[in-house]
C-alpha cells in the first residue's frame, strides 16, 4: 500500500553543524507535506509545510526540499542546536483530505 | 490560549481492564482527531470527529476501542477490554473547521498495558 517513510531512524550531529533528515513517500497523489518536531514528553509540533506546486520552502534556521520525480522530502536544518534534538516526523496529505499520514520519524541527537 | 490537554498523561494497566483517555481540544475547533504512535513506528491515524459527529473512524483498530465526543466540546476514547499490542502513546489533535496546516497535538496519553 501507500506509505511514507525515512531512510535513517537516528541522525547524530555536532552543534553548529547542518542536519539533513530525508522522507520518502509513495503516493503519487500527495499533494501536501509536513514535518513535524516532536520532543520528549510533548506532542508532534508543526515546523514547516510545503505544496507539491513548489520544490523549497525556508524558514527559521530550516528549509524543506521536495523532489516530486522521485519523491523524495528533505528538511535541512542549519546551525542545529541542542535544543533541535527530538523526533521528526514527515507527513503527506493528499485530495484536499485533512488527514496526514505520518512516516516512522528520525530522532536527531545533537551533541554540545 | 491553552492548548490540547489530554489526561492521563500516563498510564499502566492489566490486560483485560478497561481505560478511557480524555482530550479537551483547543476552545473553538470543531476538528478533534486521535492518532496513536506504537513504540518505533509511524503515528498512526485512528478517527476524525467534526463537532460531535464521527466523519472517519477507519483507522479505529477494532471493536475495543470506543470514541465518544458528547456536546462536540472533549472527547473520550475508551479501550475495554484492554490488550497487550494496545500500549503506545495516544495523542489527540485539534484544528479549527476548515483545517488547514493548523493542527495542534497534545502532549499525548502513554498507555502501557501489562
Known amino acids: 500500500g501507500e506509505s511514507v517513510g525515512l531512510h535513517l531512524p537516528t541522525l547524530s550531529v555536532q552543534e553548529g553543524d547542518n542536519s539533513i533528515i530525508n522522507c520518502a513517500y509513495s503516493?503519487?497523489?500527495?499533494?501536501?507535506f509536513i514535518w513535524y518536531k516532536q520532543e520528549s514528553g510533548k506532542g508532534p509540533q508543526f515546523i514547516i509545510d510545503?505544496?507539491?506546486?513548489?520544490d523549497k520552502r525556508q524558514g527559521q534556521r530550516v528549509t524543506v526540499l521536495l523532489n516530486k520525480t522521485v519523491k523524495h522530502l528533505s528538511l535541512q536544518i542549519a546551525a542545529t542546536q541542542p535544543g533541535d534534538s527530538a523526533v521528526y516526523f514527515c507527513?503527506?496529505?493528499?485530495?484536499?483530505?485533512?488527514?496526514?499520514?505520518f512516516g516512522r520519524g528520525t530522532s536527531l541527537i545533537v551533541h554540545p | 490560549e491553552a492548548g490540547v490537554t489530554q489526561f492521563p498523561s500516563h498510564s499502566v494497566i492489566e490486560k483485560g481492564q478497561t481505560v478511557t483517555l480524555r482530550c479537551d481540544p483547543i476552545?473553538?475547533?470543531?476538528?478533534l482527531y486521535w492518532y496513536r504512535r506504537v513504540m518505533g513506528k509511524e503515528i498512526k491515524f485512528l478517527l476524525h470527529?467534526?463537532?460531535?459527529?464521527?466523519?472517519?473512524e477507519s483507522g479505529m483498530p477494532n471493536n475495543r476501542f470506543l470514541a465518544e465526543r458528547t456536546g462536540g466540546t472533549y472527547s473520550t476514547l475508551k479501550v475495554q477490554p484492554a490488550e497487550l499490542e494496545d500500549s503506545g502513546v495516544y495523542f489527540c489533535?485539534?484544528?479549527?473547521?476548515?483545517?488547514?496546516?493548523?493542527?495542534?497535538f497534545g502532549s499525548g496519553t502513554r498507555l502501557t498495558v501489562v
Open positions: 489533535a485539534s484544528s479549527p473547521l476548515g483545517g488547514g496546516s493548523g493542527y495542534t
Open positions: 503516493n503519487s497523489a500527495s499533494d501536501y
Open positions: 510545503i505544496r507539491s506546486n513548489m
Open positions: 507527513a503527506e496529505r493528499s485530495g484536499g483530505s485533512y488527514i496526514p499520514t
Open positions: 476552545s473553538g475547533h470543531d476538528n
Open positions: 470527529f467534526v463537532k460531535e459527529s464521527k466523519q472517519d
